[in-house]
């Protein structure tokens, strides 16, 4: 977790000094700090933090800024709430998986969760990069067996013999088997 970038969101000086203090302790760097969501969804965009922690009286919509930030993937989130302005809305309200912390929170604490969130960040973020690797070659295979079926009923050949033939063009004209693929699809080979 040492080394870990992140852009804070905190109205309150006191607050923000407290979480600041408490993460350097940790081995976190502070980034960017904003006093308003548009600014720190802006902020979070441009430095691209491994995490963004918002609390909730932030002017402007947290949640729909969390929501954002969710949905891009653009950092693991964290959301704060001072006990003395407690106003989250009901959990059943926010779509977006979130974590919120009450403050104050002891620093080991905060450490803990923050190393929790940030692995956990990591691992959605692996799955859905492997997730579109899946899809991707999905796609490409799709477009194969289109194309392996249009060669069977062109030239009246079975499955395998379609498949090679293909193979071979692809080897032929040093084109990968799927961009092959493609141009018989759009009846260019």
């Given amino acids: 977790m040492n080394g870990l970038e992140y852009c804070l969101g905190i109205p309150g000086m006191l607050a923000r000094k407290?979480?600041?203090?408490?993460?350097?302790?940790?081995?976190?760097?502070?980034?960017?700090?904003?006093?308003?969501?548009?600014?720190f969804l802006r902020l979070v965009r441009s430095a691209q933090p491994q995490l963004a922690i918002l609390e909730l009286s932030l002017p402007g919509n947290v949640w729909e800024t969390a929501a954002i930030i969710d949905q891009e993937s653009l950092a693991a989130l964290l959301i704060l709430e001072n006990k003395k302005a407690a106003h989250r809305p009901p959990l059943a309200?926010?779509?977006i998986?979130?974590?919120?912390?009450?403050l104050p929170v002891s620093n080991q604490v905060?450490?803990?969760?923050v190393d929790v969130l940030y692995r956990e960040f990591q691992r959605r973020r692996n799955l859905?990069?492997?997730?579109?690797?899946?899809?991707?070659?999905?796609?490409g295979r799709i477009i194969i067996e289109q194309a392996k079926g249009m060669v069977m009923k062109k030239h009246n050949l079975d499955e395998q013999q379609a498949y090679r033939m293909l193979q071979k063009k692809s080897m032929e004209l040093r084109m990968p088997l799927e961009k092959l693929a493609w141009a018989v699809l759009q009846g260019n080979i």
């Fill in 97 to 102: 998986p979130h974590t919120v912390l009450t």
């Fill in 18 to 39: 407290t979480v600041i203090s408490a993460l350097s302790l940790a081995g976190l760097h502070c980034v960017g700090e904003s006093r308003d969501c548009p600014h």
């Fill in 93 to 95: 309200a926010t779509e």
């Fill in 128 to 139: 859905q990069s492997e997730l579109l690797a899946v899809k991707e070659r999905l796609q």
């Fill in 110 to 113: 905060l450490a803990a969760v």
